[in-house]
Every structure is written in C-alpha cells, then in structure tokens.
C-alpha cells in the first residue's frame, strides 16, 4: 500500500533553513506528481509546492516562491523541499501528498508530517 514517510522538521531560527524529506512507496513514484502542503497551529491546510513527474515542472504557492524548492530523486523514491529564509508564520506541520484521479475516484494518500518551528 502507498506509504509517505516525512523527515528532516526540528527547530530553526528565523532566516534559516532546512530540507524536508519524503520517502515513498507502495506506488510507481516517478509516475506522480508530489505535493508539499502544511498546516500551521489553528489554521487549516496551505497547499505549498507541486512537483510534475520526471524532474519538474515544479510550481509554488506566492508566499513560498523564491524561497523553497522541490525535488525529487526518482531512483530513491524521495520528494524533498529545500526551505530557506524561513519566517515564524511558516512553524506547521509539513506533509507529503499524493492525489490523482482514476475511474472516477479520488485517491489521496499523506504522510504523517513533519514538524517545523521557527523561532528564536
């Protein structure tokens, strides 16, 4: 069954930066798009990065662009999101998602997220 495996959250200063790490399987992972979304305290579910299959296109919510880039490496069946000047508002939950569309249902898999604190 498809599993998503988030790591590399933890605390950071504002202005830092870390990469997150999403580990898949149970699926052809070089044939889907990823997604990264998170989700910050009290809030609901901000949709932060996509990334097409093979190595991108890759597209970016406005508060992210510039900042953040996905990747992946299809040999290991890992999406990452490189983060860099990160801001106190972005502390959330990170999660890895896969959706698509078949027969008229819609599949849709996460990951047990990761967290991301950003403070001083």
């Known amino acids: 069954q498809v599993q998503l495996v988030e790591s590399g959250g933890g605390l950071v200063q504002p202005g830092g930066s870390l990469t997150l790490s999403c580990a898949a399987s149970?699926?052809?992972?070089?044939?889907?798009?990823m997604h990264w979304v998170r989700q910050a305290p009290g809030k609901g579910l901000e949709w932060v990065s996509v990334?097409?299959?093979?190595?991108?296109?890759?597209y970016y919510a406005d508060s992210v662009k510039g900042r953040f880039t996905i990747s992946r490496d299809n040999a290991k069946n890992t999406v990452y999101l490189q983060m860099n000047s990160l801001k106190s508002e972005e502390t959330a939950v990170y999660y890895c998602?896969?959706?698509?569309?078949?027969?008229?249902?819609?599949?849709?898999?996460w990951g047990q997220g990761t967290q991301v604190t950003v403070s001083s």
């Open positions: 149970g699926f052809t992972f070089r044939n889907y798009w």
């Open positions: 990334i097409e299959t093979g190595n991108g296109p890759t």
């Open positions: 998602n896969l959706f698509y569309y078949r027969g008229g249902n819609k599949y849709d898999y």
